[in-house]
């Protein structure tokens, strides 16, 4: 029998705009969470890390969707999918968001759990894990007010 293929996308964002402190422990969270994908025996191609390297870089919802949406159109589908973010959240209106480097700048550049897992149900994928290291205080001034998130992958 073979084995079910999994893959795992590993999203890391400790600066965010909004007045909001850069986050410390996001690389080695997510070093921690890759170790822990290939011991559970994930290959390395199943694995996509997109991490604004402490601030050096930026991570943008298009770059996740891409990603997603190869993996969703892959010829040998994941029956599992896991998405594991690590970096500044709140809980909105809307559901709990992550923020990715342009937000609050920019509200769509954040991700909508809600969305995502509505997004998520009309996948090819059989499973759809989410696992969030990331607040969710509700959104205390209008900057954050305006951010609702969007899908993290293709509808």
Same mark, same amino acid.
């Given at each position: 029998?073979? *084995?079910?293929?999994?893959?795992?996308?590993?999203?890391?964002?400790? *600066?965010?705009?909004?007045?909001? #402190?850069?986050?410390?422990?996001?690389?080695? &969270? +997510?070093?921690?969470?890759?170790?822990?994908?290939?011991?559970? &025996?994930?290959?390395? =191609?199943? !694995?996509?890390? !997109?991490?604004?390297?402490?601030?050096? *870089? *930026?991570?943008?919802?298009?770059?996740?969707?891409?990603?997603?949406?190869?993996?969703?159109?892959? +010829?040998?589908?994941?029956?599992?999918?896991?998405?594991?973010?690590?970096? =500044?959240?709140?809980?909105?209106?809307? &559901?709990? #968001?992550?923020?990715? /480097?342009?937000?609050? /700048?920019?509200?769509?550049?954040? #991700?909508? +759990? @809600?969305?995502?897992?509505?997004?998520?149900?009309?996948?090819? @994928?059989? =499973?759809?894990? @989410?696992?969030?290291?990331?607040?969710?205080?509700?959104?205390?001034? !209008?900057? @954050? &007010?305006? #951010?609702?998130?969007?899908?993290?992958?293709?509808?």
């Amino acid at each position: 029998m073979q *084995k079910a293929r999994r893959a795992i996308l590993l999203i890391g964002v400790s *600066k965010t705009g909004g007045g909001l #402190v850069s986050l410390q422990a996001v690389e080695s &969270g +997510l070093d921690e969470m890759e170790d822990w994908a290939v011991a559970q &025996g994930i290959d390395d =191609h199943d !694995i996509c890390r !997109i991490s604004d390297e402490a601030g050096t *870089k *930026k991570v943008v919802l298009r770059d996740l969707i891409d990603w997603v949406t190869k993996m969703n159109n892959d +010829l040998q589908v994941p029956q599992q999918l896991i998405v594991y973010f690590s970096g =500044h959240g709140f809980h909105g209106a809307g &559901g709990d #968001v992550w923020l990715l /480097s342009d937000a609050p /700048s920019y509200p769509s550049e954040a #991700v909508s +759990l @809600f969305a995502s897992e509505a997004g998520a149900r009309n996948s090819s @994928f059989d =499973h759809v894990v @989410f696992i969030s290291d990331a607040c969710r205080v509700p959104a205390d001034n !209008i900057q @954050f &007010g305006y #951010v609702m998130g969007t899908v993290s992958s293709p509808t």
